[in-house]
């Protein structure tokens, strides 16, 4: 299961990719400095508060009435707690000696020092008010701050912008080369970059990778030719022997029909190797001739008769509606041919249904059951299937087929 991160990451490019994993490091690393650098000011200014609020409490003599009659007008000195006003007096809740700050009583800062004298306890009151900065001007600091940061990081979007473009011009100098090469797949990539870059290396690579690959299908090709026309020769040299025996044999002897199930084989056998010459060549037309989809629904219905027959199957074919319009007529045999081909080694000892309306043909078959061995899928039904997908795919015709626990199905939509 894919999050909704991992959509919107695979819906944006490098460049949008970048620049969003910026923008996110830049804006958490700059929230978390401006958190710092707050804290950081906070602390500093209470401990200059506190100790200068230390240095005046060490100066205190409780012996001479004028000196402590003269404090700063920020400093107020109580010498007991009772005589501390009432607004500030709640909010003393230590004790002991030391210094400490009050949590904002009424909007007033202060901090306060308890100091042990010969008499008792003095209560000590630094008002800081004054001198922090107040709320108007923290607000006017954070918007001036909040104003720098959006130009800081416009100017880095355009900033990284211009670099992305520049970083990324090999890359598609590189794809447009690939896209030139296809017509001219022996020439080499031509880049400005070093060998010895990562654009460099990346071009060679695929170069040579494609390079193979071209290599390898020539051998292909070659293969298949050859082997077509090795395959031709022991075929005609059939045909030609078969010429010969229906000249000595008549339709009422009984040899007749072995000799022209021999003769649709050998036919059929002629029709592959052309068709599948023309998959390895990529070509959509062949030198077999045209026929229309019932001609050759019966063509293959009487090939695999026999062989349907001695599996205990019966071959069922159902007519909805006719058409004139003709097809190859090697492709299609084949098709069809590899259907119910795959639909006797699979199928158990029941009916394959083959439904032929206008241009759809449908080959339906029961599966064998688990008591008769495993149940075949769809995608392990041999070469067969394969070759049935790429005939399809080659002439432009709509292959679909599906499967369930009892049945299997196979839709051809002849476009």
Not at 14 to 19: D, E, H, T
Not at 56 to 79: G, H, I, M
Not at 304 to 330: F, G
Request: proline share 3%.
């Amino acid at each position: 299961m894919y999050s909704a991160r991992d959509s919107v990451m695979r819906n944006l490019n490098l460049s949008q990719r970048v620049k969003l994993a910026f923008i996110v490091s830049f804006i958490g690393i700059t929230m978390i400095c401006m958190l710092i650098l707050f804290a950081s000011s906070k602390m500093t200014e209470d401990y200059i508060f506190s100790a200068q609020l230390n240095r005046q409490a060490a100066q205190l003599d409780f012996s001479n009435s004028k000196s402590l009659s003269q404090l700063p007008r920020e400093y107020n000195l109580y010498l007991n707690k009772q005589s501390i006003p009432a607004n500030l007096r709640d909010y003393v809740i230590q004790s002991e000696p030391g210094t400490y700050e009050l949590e904002h009583p009424n909007d007033l800062d202060y901090h306060y020092a308890i100091i042990q004298y010969d008499q008792g306890i003095a209560y000590l009151f630094y008002n800081v008010h004054a001198l922090e900065l107040d709320e108007h001007l923290e607000q006017q600091l954070l918007h001036t701050l909040l104003i720098g940061f959006a130009v800081l990081l416009l100017a880095i979007l355009l900033f990284m912008q211009v670099i992305l473009k520049r970083s990324l011009a090999p890359m598609h100098q590189l794809i447009n080369a690939i896209s030139e090469q296809t017509s001219t797949p022996d020439k080499p990539i031509q880049l400005t970059q070093p060998a010895d870059n990562e654009i460099g290396l990346l071009s060679s690579t695929i170069f040579l990778y494609s390079k193979r690959i071209a290599e390898f299908i020539e051998r292909e090709r070659e293969f298949s030719c050859f082997a077509s026309h090795e395959l031709r020769t022991p075929v005609m040299i059939n045909k030609g022997a078969i010429e010969l025996l229906k000249l000595q044999v008549k339709p009422a002897d009984p040899l007749y029909k072995p000799i022209a199930r021999i003769e649709r084989a050998t036919n059929n056998m002629e029709e592959v190797i052309e068709t599948l010459l023309s998959l390895s060549r990529e070509q959509t037309q062949t030198n077999t001739e045209d026929i229309m989809a019932n001609h050759a629904i019966e063509h293959v219905v009487a090939l695999w008769h026999e062989k349907a027959k001695a599996n205990r199957q019966t071959i069922k074919v159902t007519t909805l509606s006719r058409t004139t319009t003709k097809y190859p007529k090697a492709q299609l045999e084949m098709v069809l041919s590899n259907l119910v081909k795959n639909a006797i080694q699979h199928g158990c000892n029941a009916a394959i249904n083959i439904t032929a309306d206008s241009q759809i043909i449908e080959v339906k078959n029961s599966k064998k059951s688990l008591h008769n061995g495993n149940l075949p899928s769809h995608d392990n039904m041999g070469l067969g299937l394969i070759i049935v997908k790429r005939i399809c795919q080659q002439q432009g015709w709509q292959f679909n087929c599906q499967s369930n626990d009892s049945h299997f199905s196979a839709t051809i939509t002849l476009v």
